[in-house]
Nanobody, 125 residues
Framework: QVQLVESGGGLVQAGGSLRLSCAASGRTVSDYFMGWFRQAPGKEREFVAAVSWSGSTIYYTDSVKGRFAIFRDNAKNTVYLQMNSLKPEDTAVYYC??????????????????WGQGTQVTVSS
């Protein structure tokens, strides 16, 4: 079992930055690849970014490439999402998740068995 708790969300103006953190307890996160997903009001949950257990493989959805960075600290059992140049369309609840399987499935929510409760990110124009 893995418990995930996100933090770092909030209200920020367009162009600003936020860093989300996801602290894990239970089994060590180094056993899993880690991902961030988001869900805006009235929309389906979508993939944002994922990092393999070693950190050597990283994926981003196209809309955040060059603006967001995912990284992990296995010693601290924590994964981060650094979000820069935020846009109003980034407004959503952001979820951290832990998954298993090959790197080919890292972008699929179906590969993730553990989810955090979510943290709200609101970007004002």
């Amino acid at each position: 079992q893995v418990q995930l708790v996100e933090s770092g969300g909030g209200l920020v103006q367009a162009g600003g930055s936020l860093r989300l953190s996801c602290a894990a307890s239970g089994r060590t996160v180094s056993d899993y690849f880690m991902g961030w997903f988001r869900q805006a009001p009235g929309k389906e949950r979508e993939f944002v970014a994922a990092v393999s257990w070693s950190g050597s493989t990283i994926y981003y959805t196209d809309s955040v490439k060059g603006r967001f960075a995912i990284f992990r600290d296995n010693a601290k059992n924590t994964v981060y999402l650094q979000m820069n140049s935020l846009k109003p369309e980034d407004t959503a609840v952001y979820y951290c998740a832990a998954g298993s399987g090959g790197i080919a499935v890292m972008r699929s929510s179906l590969a993730y068995g553990y989810w955090g409760q979510g943290t709200q990110v609101t970007v004002s124009s």
